[in-house]
């Protein structure tokens, strides 16, 4: 059974690669994605990565979390799924 992890605290300049590079010496990396702005191309600081054994993936979130990569210290966790925010009221209402 596959693992999605949750990668915080990117640097600016980090890539798929690199996350790919960081997480392949724990198990098999299905596939790593670093999220991007639509407007400027740049990394948003945070990416996940999909490990095709949850034990090796477990493995690799107790080893990365808070190690340091381009000196910045990493924030590595199980993603959580989505939650549907759709019941919210609108943040500018008053009521």
């Not at 640097?11 to 996350?19: M, N, P, Y």
């Not at 477990?58 to 979390?65: G, H, N, P, S």
């Not at 340091?68 to 210290?73: E, K």
């Not at 966790?77 to 943040?91: L, S, V, Y």
């Amino acid at each position: 059974m596959s693992i999605k992890i949750y990668v915080g605290n990117l640097s600016f300049d980090s890539s798929e690669a690199d996350l790919k590079g960081l997480f392949s010496t724990y198990g098999e990396v299905e596939s790593a994605k670093v999220i991007v702005d639509q407007f400027t191309n740049r990394s948003r600081g945070f990416g996940f990565i999909e490990m095709t054994n949850r034990e090796e993936g477990l493995k690799a979130i107790q080893a990365l979390d808070s190690k340091d990569l381009a000196g910045r210290p990493l924030k590595v966790n199980e993603a959580k799924p989505k939650t549907d925010n759709r019941d919210r009221r609108d943040r500018n209402s008053r009521w």
